[in-house]
C-alpha cells in the first residue's frame, strides 16, 4: 500500500519563475490538502481539494494555484516565485467521508535564488 | 484566527529520562488535537489524536498526550526517551467545522543524547 508520494523531490528555480509540484495521495484517499513549511517553522495550510475543486484556502496569495484530476492527484502551481517561496512543500491526503486524519508525503525541498 | 503555541524550541534530554512538551491553543471552543512527528529524513507521522472522550490519549511508540480543556493545552508525555526519539514534535489542531486545515504549532527539536 503505497503512502503519499510527491515529485520531485529538490528543485531549485530563479525568482519570477513558475513551478508545478505534484502529489499523488494514499490509496483509498480522496482528498489532498498542500502546506508550506519554511524552515524553522511549522507547516502553513495553502489550500485542500476534493472532487475537483478548492475546497479550502489559507492565507496565501493567488500566485498560489493548484489543481486536482479525477484519479485524486494533484498539483501545487506558484508563479511569479519569490524569494521567501523557499521553503519544503507538503502533500497530505486523507478520505473526505471519514476525515480528520491526514498522512503527509515526504515533501518536495524548493529553493528560489 | 486559529493559533498554537509550543512553548520549546529545543529540548536536550539523556536516554531514559521522562519527556514532557507543552502545547497551547487559542481557540475557545471544541478542537480535535494531534501530535506529529518528523524523524531526521522522514516525513510527517502521526503520533496521536484527541477528538472526544477520555482526555487522556495514548499513541504510538509509548507517548500520551493529556487534553485540559480548561487551561487549553494538550501536552505531550512520554516516560522514558530513547535515542530513537530524536525528532522534531509538532502540536497542530482543526475546528470540528474545518476538518482539513491542520494549525500547527512552530514544533519543538528534541535530541535525546545515548
Known amino acids: 500500500d503505497a503512502g503519499v508520494t510527491q515529485s520531485p523531490t529538490h528543485l531549485i528555480k530563479t525568482r519570477g519563475q513558475q513551478v508545478t509540484l505534484r502529489c499523488s495521495p494514499k490509496?483509498?484517499?480522496?482528498?489532498v490538502s498542500w502546506y508550506q513549511q519554511a524552515l524553522g517553522q511549522g507547516p502553513q495550510f495553502i489550500f485542500q481539494?476534493?472532487?475537483?475543486?478548492?475546497?479550502q484556502r489559507g492565507n496565501f496569495p493567488d500566485r498560489f494555484s493548484g489543481h486536482q484530476f479525477p484519479n485524486y492527484s494533484s498539483e501545487l502551481n506558484v508563479n511569479a516565485l519569490l524569494l521567501g517561496d523557499s521553503a519544503l512543500y507538503l502533500c497530505?491526503?486523507?478520505?473526505?467521508?471519514?476525515?480528520?486524519?491526514?498522512?503527509f508525503g515526504p515533501g518536495t525541498r524548493l529553493l528560489v535564488l | 484566527a486559529q493559533s498554537v503555541s509550543q512553548h520549546n524550541h529545543h529540548v536536550i534530554l539523556s536516554e531514559a529520562a521522562s519527556l514532557e512538551l507543552g502545547c497551547n491553543y487559542s481557540?475557545?471552543?471544541?478542537?480535535?488535537l494531534f501530535w506529529y512527528v518528523q524523524y531526521p529524513g522522514q516525513h510527517l507521522q502521526l503520533l496521536l489524536k484527541?477528538?472526544?472522550?477520555?482526555?487522556l490519549v495514548k499513541g504510538i511508540k509509548g507517548f500520551e498526550a493529556e487534553f485540559i480543556k480548561s487551561k487549553f493545552s494538550f501536552n505531550l508525555r512520554k516516560p522514558s526517551v530513547q535515542w530513537s526519539d530524536t525528532a522534531e514534535y509538532f502540536c497542530?489542531?482543526?475546528?470540528?467545522?474545518?476538518?482539513?486545515?491542520?494549525?500547527f504549532g512552530a514544533g519543538t527539536t528534541v535530541t535525546v543524547r545515548a
Open positions: 497530505a491526503s486523507s478520505n473526505w467521508a471519514y476525515g480528520e486524519t491526514q498522512y
Open positions: 490509496s483509498g484517499h480522496d482528498t
Open positions: 497542530a489542531v482543526t475546528l470540528p467545522l474545518d476538518d482539513y486545515k491542520l494549525s
Open positions: 481539494y476534493y472532487e475537483e475543486e478548492e475546497r
Open positions: 484527541y477528538f472526544s472522550g477520555d482526555p
Open positions: 481557540y475557545g471552543g471544541t478542537v480535535n
